[in-house]
């Protein structure tokens, strides 16, 4: 058995290159930082090869929490052979990480990557005189199409086999005289200058570079997208379009167009409706009891069903933000948004883990780990959960449909988004003001090349989160939505009427609470807590209690849009709708992002002070919405 | 000799030294800001610079820009 580690800087491809060997379907982005966990995988040609796909980093002396776990890795757990990653268009750079395992002794195989970039950029790369001069085996690959994999293997395997250590090369050993003489960071800095100076020389012997010097594609998207005027207002039309391609009901402004993801979304709730029908007819056909016709109609169906149409609008919202994340785009808005963000005591790679908190708060909170400001991570991942994510968009199109049905959707949808962001924002400011002593890190930060997303990846991406989501649906919330049909169906003498059931006895107990927020309504109150268990829950359990009541041709209508849920609008005005969506946007988030935060903060302490903070600020913007609301409107 | 945050846009020029705290020179070194080596200033606005270096782009703030030192 031989244990290969992937090794190599931030973005060279060490995860393309991962989920060619494996087969795996691991997420490739494009910005430094994605892979923040090793992860693991068999060869798929060969079960006695072991892959190990690192996080990136620029060298073996970590600088931020996901860098140090490449470097314990390699330092510390000796792998039988390390492939170091070498993004050929920036060789010289990619090459001091090499230098730095290469002196350490491990086998290691240099792994040439984007070699087709290269060609294209007009430079030859001698591949032998790099490999001399290093002391280490150098195999040129496309790791995006898979050429010169299979020798890449064969190398590696064979130099794991024969514990091949590179080649003990001068330099290495004066290197390392240097950095054992004074065990400091000035010796540190000496040993780098002299890598560098290695670096050249080996550079000036294997690559040779075309004369011309024009600017390039990337260049010029660069000089636009982070021009100083145009670089805000670009980013709002980018998202806008996000959104409106996802929600709107005329799309591009042409009356009555479905945008891909309305178009989408009708088809499944046909769909669901024809199989709720189908349900009720095989039920009414074999006489089951009045009750378990109520279960699986109102209860499972009917529960499960409104998360299930939500579903095509998260797939196209998650794929429109893959692209984007794919792209290379993400990096310039980090940068474009540093100066602002650091007003707010944020830094502008802030910006990755809020921005993926759209999708989901959970891998949005393990992304901070990019951070490398301590003050910066915490704060960041206290106001991540603000972050409108997929799952609290069903709320929103359940209000929408139902009490904003007259008014412009995209633009109150648009609405809370911004909401969340904006609190975000003042929270940081307030965060860093009064709880943190402000320490000022620099932004530095690389700018991948642009790349049009492959269809692959952003499928493997989209697919991955939705898959989630589904999951869910099938899971907890079908769980949860059997227990709230109980509670909610049943009290101490058996089956009741909803008003007098469990859960309208726990939900009129704590109702009060809710009163100065504008919704005192036991089902509203019920809705926040399963909410968090997932957010979607919400609109199952509304789903239940609301509609309960009524057969399935209303449950049909609701689900295909064209019904609002009956009684909504006699529990909820404009105002208290939208201090109710407010409300569960902010508040706790759901346990599993509960339990991402606790891992994270690597604290019980913290991360119960982060929940109460989302508490506060929850209740706080929920209770100003309704006071202004009901003033103005 | 100037700072790197006062170079214009266009401009090709050489490190000569960086002024910071040794961890953060550490890290710049790391990423390719060696003492000797050419860097162009694809950009400099408010926001912070974009430098080539290494054939490699990289974004910084005014801040860590005003540190090292160029000719």
């Not at chain 1, 060619?20 to 068999?42: I, S």
């Not at chain 1, 972050?387 to 648009?414: E, H, Q, W």
């Not at chain 1, 999951?471 to 049943?490: C, E, P, Y």
């Not at chain 2, 200033?41 to 974009?50: A, Q, R």
Request: with cysteine; net charge neutral.
């Amino acid at each position: 058995m031989i244990t290969a580690a992937l090794a190599g800087n931030p973005n060279c491809g060490k995860t393309t290159l991962f989920n060619e060997l494996t087969g795996a379907k691991q997420h490739v982005g494009n910005w430094p930082g994605v892979t923040v966990e090793k992860k693991e995988g068999r060869y798929k040609k060969n079960d006695n090869i072991n892959i190990l796909d690192l996080p990136g980093t620029y060298s073996l002396s970590p600088y931020s929490a996901e860098e140090t776990i490449a470097r314990d890795y390699i330092v510390n757990s000796k792998p039988d052979i390390v492939i170091n990653i070498v993004d050929a268009t920036s060789i010289e750079r990619n090459l001091y990480l090499t230098m730095q395992i290469a002196q350490t002794g491990t086998p290691m195989v240099v792994a040439l990557n984007m070699m087709d970039e290269v060609e294209t950029m007009g430079i030859d790369i001698n591949t032998s005189k790099l490999s001399e001069m290093l002391g280490v085996p150098v195999v040129p690959i496309v790791a995006r199409s898979g050429k010169g994999i299979d020798r890449l293997m064969e190398v590696t395997r064979d130099t794991a086999e024969k514990s091949l250590a590179p080649i003990k090369h001068e330099i290495y050993d004066k290197i390392k005289k240097i950095e054992e003489s004074k065990n400091d960071e000035e010796a540190d800095i000496m040993a780098a200058d002299m890598r560098y100076e290695y670096i050249d020389k080996v550079v000036d012997k294997s690559v040779f570079k075309p004369d011309k010097k024009n600017l390039t594609k990337s260049d010029k998207i660069d000089k636009i997208v982070t021009n100083r005027v145009l670089a805000l207002p670009i980013f709002a039309v980018i998202m806008y379009l996000l959104f409106a391609c996802t929600f709107s009901e005329n799309f591009l402004f042409i009356e009555g167009l479905p945008s891909p993801g309305v178009w989408l979304a009708g088809v499944v709730e046909t769909a669901w409706g024809a199989a709720t029908e189908a349900v009720a007819g095989v039920l009414a056909s074999a006489g089951v009891s009045e009750w378990l016709n109520q279960l699986v109609i109102d209860g499972i169906m009917g529960g499960i069903g409104a998360v299930f149409g939500f579903i095509p609008l998260v797939l196209v919202l998650f794929v429109l933000m893959s692209f984007l994340e794919d792209s290379g785009y993400m990096a310039r808005v980090a940068f474009v948004m540093d100066r602002i963000f650091r007003k707010f005591g944020l830094s502008g790679k802030s910006f990755i883990p809020l921005l993926m908190g759209f999708g989901c708060s959970v891998p949005a909170l393990t992304a901070s780990r990019t951070l490398e400001s301590e003050k910066d991570r915490k704060i960041t991942m206290m106001v991540t959960p603000f972050m409108s994510c997929g799952a609290k968009l069903p709320i929103y199109l359940m209000f929408v449909a139902t009490l904003f049905a007259d008014s412009n959707r995209t633009l109150i949808i648009f609405s809370i988004y911004f909401l969340g962001m904006a609190i975000a924002i003042i929270s940081s400011l307030i965060l860093n003001k009064f709880m943190f002593k402000s320490e000022n890190s620099g932004f530095i930060m690389e700018l991948p090349k642009y790349r049009i997303p492959s269809l692959k990846s952003v499928a493997i991406h989209a697919w991955d989160k939705v898959k989630g989501f589904a999951i869910k649906a099938g899971t907890i919330i079908l769980f949860s939505t059997i227990l709230i049909w109980f509670l909610s169906n049943f009290n101490m003498s058996g089956m009741c009427d909803m008003e007098e059931s469990f859960l309208a006895t726990i939900g009129n107990a704590i109702a009060w609470i809710f009163t100065p927020l504008g919704f005192n309504d036991w089902r509203a109150s019920v809705g926040v807590v399963t909410g968090w268990i997932a957010k979607e829950n919400i609109v199952a359990t509304f789903g239940q209690l609301f509609a309960g009541v009524t057969d399935e041709t209303a449950i049909e209508a609701i689900m295909a849009g064209e019904q609002s849920l009956p009684e909504i609008g006699d529990v909820f005005t404009k105002v208290s709708a939208f201090s109710y969506m407010a409300f569960n946007l902010l508040c706790m988030p759901c346990f599993a992002a509960v339990g991402a935060m606790r891992r994270e903060f690597g604290s019980m302490k913290w991360t119960l002070k982060a929940v109460a903070f989302q508490m506060v600020t929850a209740y706080v913007v929920a209770l100003i919405i309704n006071v202004v609301g009901n003033i103005i409107f | 000799m100037m700072p790197l945050s006062m170079a214009r846009t266009g401009e090709t020029l050489i490190i000569k030294n960086l002024r910071c705290n040794e961890e953060t020179k550490k890290h710049l070194m790391e990423i390719g800001f060696s003492t000797g080596e050419k860097a162009e200033v694809i950009k400099n606005t408010s926001s912070g610079l974009i430098v080539n270096i290494k054939g490699v782009k990289i974004a910084l703030n005014r801040g860590l820009a005003m540190g090292i030192i160029v000719e």
